[in-house]
């Protein structure tokens, strides 16, 4: 069924920590909730210890999944965390963990993985206003240009944040990103590829609908920052 949502209405969020990223992802959640009380944030808790400590901190913020319940779902991960180191594997649980939410999802509105180092200074609604109606949307790095070549190993895009309708087009897409991790999802750039980031180069070339959002103020980071002047008025805006 295609999706009706408006495009700026709520989302279904998730997000994957073990305990020593916990921190990160409670910074996250906290930053979500600033402006958006009602969108679910699913969360991947990596151990039974993070599990723990995210139900206490976080509370009813956030609805907890735990690896086997992602595993249970996918038994096709078994393989794959045989084979891989564990940050291999971790990466390879990205497309998963957006497919399990989108099939449980209560609510209509895409379904985004978030890293768990992100932090929102304005409503999350700006980057739903800009993916609109399209059925997938990815944000480029925006490597500097005395940068750019260099980097240019780890891909175009960053995993950081990447949304998919539940439409035709946003499922295909999710599929295959899902198949492709489960294939190889190896930790070193090798031929254009890179763990379960490198992938996302190839989404505007097989898939319609795909959206680059180009906002400048989407996916700010340490290596795309330079040379630009980060603000924080009076007010407590980021700009």
């Given at each position: ?104 999802s209560q609510i209509e509105g895409p379904s985004i993985y978030l890293d768990a180092d992100l932090y929102f200074f304005k409503s999350p609604a700006a980057v739903l206003e800009e993916l609109g109606r399209s059925d997938v949307g990815i944000i480029p790095h925006s490597y500097p240009s005395n940068r750019a070549q260099s980097l240019r190993k780890y891909g175009l895009y960053n995993v950081g944040w990447v949304g998919f309708r539940n439409t035709q087009v946003g499922r295909q897409c ?66």
């Amino acid at each position: 069924v295609e999706s009706s949502a408006s495009p700026t209405g709520f989302a279904n969020y998730c997000s994957y920590a073990d305990l020593r990223y916990l921190p990160r992802l409670v910074a996250l959640v906290e930053s979500i909730r600033q402006f958006d009380l009602r969108s679910p944030i699913h969360v991947l808790c990596l151990d039974e210890e993070t599990i723990e400590q995210c139900a206490r901190v976080l509370g009813e913020k956030v609805s907890i999944l735990s690896l086997r319940q992602l595993e249970d779902a996918f038994p096709v991960l078994e393989s794959a965390k045989a084979s891989r180191t564990a940050m291999e594997f971790v990466f390879t649980l990205t497309p998963y963990l957006t497919k399990w939410v989108m099939d449980h999802s209560q609510i209509e509105g895409p379904s985004i993985y978030l890293d768990a180092d992100l932090y929102f200074f304005k409503s999350p609604a700006a980057v739903l206003e800009e993916l609109g109606r399209s059925d997938v949307g990815i944000i480029p790095h925006s490597y500097p240009s005395n940068r750019a070549q260099s980097l240019r190993k780890y891909g175009l895009y960053n995993v950081g944040w990447v949304g998919f309708r539940n439409t035709q087009v946003g499922r295909q897409c999710l599929d295959w990103w899902a198949s492709q991790c489960l294939s190889w999802c190896g930790d070193e750039p090798v031929d254009g590829k890179y763990a379960d980031q490198g992938y996302l180069d190839q989404f505007p070339e097989l898939f319609d609908g795909v959206k680059i959002l180009e906002n400048r103020g989407f996916n700010l980071a340490p290596w795309n920052t330079s040379g630009q002047d980060i603000l924080k008025d009076s007010g407590g805006r980021v700009t």
